[in-house]
């Protein structure tokens, strides 16, 4: 199989099992948000085997087919920044290959650029439903919090997958 179409089928393959993981959810927000079983792991691990062209496609496309198979339509921006940005942000782990504890840190920078995605959202878009006399940018900070227990479940596995997947497969 040449490289091209390994990239490709793996990248369905990370797709698939991603949004398969959405699918089980601990909780979910009326706005829309959700807290699953470490849905964004294949999608932040698949960089560091792919790169970060494969990777940002990838992630991308992940917005795309959640956005597509669930996602609601409130605005044009956010469509944007709650599924393309947000989730396309997720492929840059690439950048971050030298070892575990730098793939770490780009997974952590990668899942705060996703929460910096929906707070813009919230505050911009979402705003309006902050309780009376509460700040937008609180109600945003808040809200969009999700992504911390998010990333609290996907770390975990980010350093099974890395120490035992990973020299299964380079």
């Given at each position: 199989?040449?490289?091209?179409?390994?990239?490709?089928?793996?990248?369905?393959?990370?797709l698939?099992?991603?949004q398969?993981?959405?699918?089980?959810k601990?909780?979910?927000?009326?706005q829309s948000?959700?807290?699953?079983?470490?849905?964004m792991?294949?999608?932040l691990?698949?960089?560091?085997?792919?790169?970060?062209k494969?990777?940002?496609?990838?992630?991308?496309?992940?917005g795309?087919?959640?956005?597509?198979?669930?996602?609601?339509?409130y605005?044009?921006?956010?469509?944007?920044?709650?599924?393309l940005?947000?989730?396309?942000?997720?492929?840059?782990?690439?950048f971050?290959?030298?070892?575990?504890?730098?793939?770490?840190?780009?997974?952590?920078?990668?899942m705060?650029?996703?929460?910096?995605?929906?707070?813009?959202?919230?505050f911009?878009?979402?705003?309006?439903?902050?309780?009376?006399?509460?700040?937008?940018?609180?109600?945003?900070a808040?809200?969009?919090?999700?992504?911390?227990?998010?990333?609290?479940?996907?770390i975990?596995?980010?350093?099974?997958?890395?120490?035992?997947?990973?020299p299964?497969?380079?």
């Open positions: 199989m040449n490289k091209k179409t390994y990239m490709i089928t793996s990248g369905a393959l990370v698939a099992m991603s398969l993981l959405s699918y089980v601990f909780f979910e927000l009326p948000g959700s807290v699953t079983l470490a849905s792991a294949p999608i691990f698949f960089p560091l085997i792919c790169g970060p494969y990777g940002l496609i990838t992630s991308f496309t992940y795309i087919l959640q956005f597509v198979l669930g996602g609601t339509f605005h044009p921006l956010s469509l944007i920044l709650d599924y940005l947000a989730f396309g942000v997720l492929g840059i782990t690439g971050f290959r030298k070892n575990l504890k730098t793939f770490l840190a780009g997974s952590i920078f990668a705060f650029l996703r929460y910096l995605c929906h707070f813009l959202s919230g911009i878009i979402f705003g309006e439903y902050a309780p009376a006399g509460q700040s937008p940018v609180i109600y945003s808040v809200y969009n919090s999700f992504i911390l227990v998010e990333a609290l479940i996907t975990p596995v980010l350093v099974i997958l890395y120490k035992k997947v990973l299964r497969i380079k």
